[in-house]
């Protein structure tokens, strides 16, 4: 008996849309920002340095796609779970783990197929640039 499976997956294309609709958005929002976007596996699929965005960026652009990969659900709710349970708060101090807004977990249909992290902006226009990427795969943009 076989156990083969099929699994939504991203693809190169899928990647170069959601970086290209980002790069697109933070021109709106006149912010330079590094964009990460990692597989279910979270290895990076594609990265962007927009040109003035901040070296130190470039990591938290990809602890922000590696968190919420890793744990499927956005960055920006890691706080209001941990802030009163000192018991989670260590958690923040996981390699590659970060609580800052702009990373989101791709999901197709109800797979997890990746993460963006999105670093160069306040947490709230970071969002907006990761969220944008999120609606132009969804034919949403």
């Excluded at 083969?4 to 170069?16: A, R």
């Amino acid at each position: 008996m076989a156990f083969v499976g099929q699994k939504p997956v991203l693809t190169q294309e899928m990647t170069m849309t959601m970086i290209e609709t980002c790069v697109h958005k933070a021109n709106e929002l006149g912010i330079a920002v590094n964009i990460m976007v990692m597989d279910d596996g979270g290895n990076p699929k594609g990265f962007l340095r927009m040109d003035k965005a901040s070296l130190i960026g470039q990591k938290i652009a990809h602890n922000k796609a590696y968190t919420a990969v890793g744990f499927g659900i956005p960055t920006s709710e890691w706080y209001s779970k941990i802030k009163d349970k000192p018991e989670l708060q260590g958690i923040a101090h996981i390699d590659n783990m970060i609580i800052l807004g702009g990373g989101l977990p791709i999901y197709h249909d109800s797979h997890l197929i990746g993460g963006i992290g999105v670093s160069g902006g306040t947490s709230e226009q970071d969002i907006v640039c990761a969220q944008a990427a999120l609606d132009a795969l969804a034919g949403r943009s």
